[in-house]
């Protein structure tokens, strides 16, 4: 009967205490997670635009391959497949075809969000000068840059390329200034300088 009675106790005393010591070291796990959440740095966005005219693109190089849903009939706004080369020819590249912004300053550690919220897609492609792009008749002149060169054919390039709607995410850059350009639309260029 004794050792059923200091059974009985020690449940009665074990029980809450353990209850006790349960919730506060959750609450220190917790506390640990929210502190760690804060020192991650928030992630820099950068948009990638285009004003590509459904039926003319399409025309050229597919069904669906520009989805530009906003401007598709604001005739004004929206570029012809022909007048977009046409203008890189001419060294006076669309200007609705852009990142945006073109230049940021961000701490070490912060990571760069690039989202295509154009109608094709693009690439973000870290270069160590500007120049061309892969589609010569888009580059106004310009070489093409190493980086670059041979298109979605190079895995490097087709790792940079940002589909309509999606996004990519550019992580681990070093201190100093990086270069990143469209190697599709070659003008399309951000400078990111990194503190």
Do not use: Y
């Amino acid at each position: 009967m004794k050792f059923l009675t200091i059974r009985l106790l020690a449940s009665f005393l074990i029980a809450p205490l353990t209850l006790w010591f349960v919730p506060a070291s959750a609450a220190l796990a917790q506390e640990a997670a929210l502190a760690q959440e804060e020192d991650r740095p928030t992630p820099l966005q950068i948009v990638a635009l285009d004003e590509c005219d459904p039926t003319t693109f399409n025309a050229m190089l597919g069904p669906d391959f520009c989805k530009n849903v906003a401007l598709a009939f604001a005739f004004p706004f929206a570029t012809k497949f022909a007048d977009l080369f046409a203008k890189a020819a001419a060294r006076a590249p669309d200007p609705g075809w852009d990142f945006e912004p073109d230049s940021v300053t961000i701490n070490k550690g912060t990571p760069l969000v690039v989202v295509n919220q154009g109608g094709e897609p693009h690439t973000f492609t870290e270069v160590a000068q500007f120049g061309g792009g892969f589609i010569a008749g888009l580059n106004g002149g310009e070489s093409t840059v190493p980086e670059c060169a041979g298109g979605f054919k190079r895995v490097a390039v087709a790792q940079t390329r940002i589909l309509q709607g999606s996004q990519l995410q550019v992580t681990g850059l070093s201190k100093g200034e990086h270069h990143f350009e469209c190697c599709i639309h070659p003008w399309m260029r951000v400078t990111v300088d990194v503190k």
